[in-house]
């Protein structure tokens, strides 16, 4: 499974943004598709996650309210809407996949997933 996420980029503090990550190969295996994000010195944490079968979503605290995860199995796409963006959200983001093996108590848990995207950079000014 190949994952490429896109929709990153500078916005003001309050402001809004789209993350979009197109899978493709075996993507009938992914079970989970999730975003982490990676602070400069900082170390990869979860955002959010979904079940590609139930739509089951998942979510950090840091995010709750302000960040919805959504997927479109037709497209093997996964979105991440962000809003009230806080200069705290300042982070290079990464899509990921699992080959469904993980179960809810796991979706925050890195090592579990099995593909990862490139990452795209968020910037957000104050």
């Known amino acids: 499974v190949q994952l490429q996420a896109s929709g990153g980029g500078l916005v003001q503090a309050g402001g809004s943004l789209r993350l979009s990550c197109a899978a493709s190969g075996r993507t009938s295996s992914v079970g989970t598709l999730g975003w982490f994000r990676q602070a400069p010195e900082k170390e990869r944490k979860f955002v959010a996650a979904?079940?590609?079968?139930?739509?089951?979503?998942y979510y950090a605290d840091s995010v709750k309210g302000r960040f919805t995860i959504s997927s479109d199995n037709a497209r093997n796409s996964v979105y991440l809407e962000m809003s009230s963006l806080k200069p705290e959200d300042t982070a290079v983001y990464y899509c990921?996949?699992?080959?469904?093996?993980?179960?809810?108590?796991?979706?925050?848990?890195?090592?579990?997933?099995?593909?990862w995207g490139q990452g795209t950079l968020v910037t957000v000014s104050s």
């Open positions: 979904i079940r590609r079968v139930g739509g089951g979503t």
């Open positions: 990921a996949a699992d080959e469904g093996r993980i179960i809810s108590g796991l979706v925050h848990d890195s090592q579990y997933y099995d593909y």
